[in-house]
């Protein structure tokens, strides 16, 4: 890694429910510890609905809620994460045209070694990977944190994007939204249904 590595402008890219099927496939094993049928479909449903598996109302009893967490930080789950193939796709004809700055992610930095190693699995680009300081708490700890460390970028692309009030930032502001929309609308935010219209947005 260069001594400064956010000298490079390009994309920057969020990791879960962005490239990886995070959200999902911890639906499925939700439900299927709950032996209830049809996984796949319920999970969708769910989330569909709710956007993340840990604002499901029936699964806030404290077993469940237990068990979302314990699937979160295992990094044996994480490591076997499906990436997202829409998302795989698309990020390797993007970074023909554009370089990938870093990808920013709220894991914390237990899990930088698993999360490089999934991104390096899959095919997708090498670049920095910072992960959420342990005191940055609030939800748009992301972009105050692109601003602070003027990472250059030509967009940032993330399912969950929260603007600050005072933002600063020249790039693009792609929301890519799977499942159901949780952030507050914004002016700066280009909600995109699918990758395509990422691509659409950037060439």
């Not at 914390?108 to 899959?122: A, G, I, M, Y």
């Not at 692309?157 to 609308?185: Q, S």
Request: proline fraction near 7%; glycine fraction near 2%; hydrophobic fraction near 45%.
């Amino acid at each position: 890694m260069p001594s400064n590595p956010f000298i490079t402008p390009g994309l920057i890219l969020d990791i879960d429910d962005t490239l990886c099927d995070t959200s999902l496939t911890c639906a499925q094993a939700v439900i299927s510890h709950l032996n209830t049928a049809a996984a796949q479909t319920l999970a969708l449903k769910f989330l569909k609905v709710y956007g993340m598996p840990d604002l499901v109302p029936e699964w806030q009893s404290p077993p469940i809620r237990s068990l979302i967490m314990r699937l979160l930080t295992d990094k044996v789950f994480l490591a076997h994460l499906p990436p997202i193939l829409e998302a795989q796709r698309h990020i390797a004809l993007l970074n023909q045209t554009f370089p990938i700055a870093c990808y920013l992610t709220s894991r914390l930095s237990d899990f930088q070694t698993v999360t490089f190693k999934w991104l390096t699995q899959h095919g997708f680009p090498a670049a920095p990977l910072i992960c959420r300081p342990e005191k940055s708490l609030a939800k748009d700890w992301k972009l105050r944190f692109i601003v602070d460390h003027k990472i250059m970028a030509t967009a940032y692309i993330d399912n969950e994007i929260y603007v600050p009030g005072n933002l600063d930032f020249g790039g693009k502001l792609l929301e890519i939204i799977r499942f159901t929309k949780l952030t507050p609308a914004h002016s700066k935010l280009t909600i995109c249904d699918d990758w395509e219209t990422v691509i659409k947005q950037l060439l």
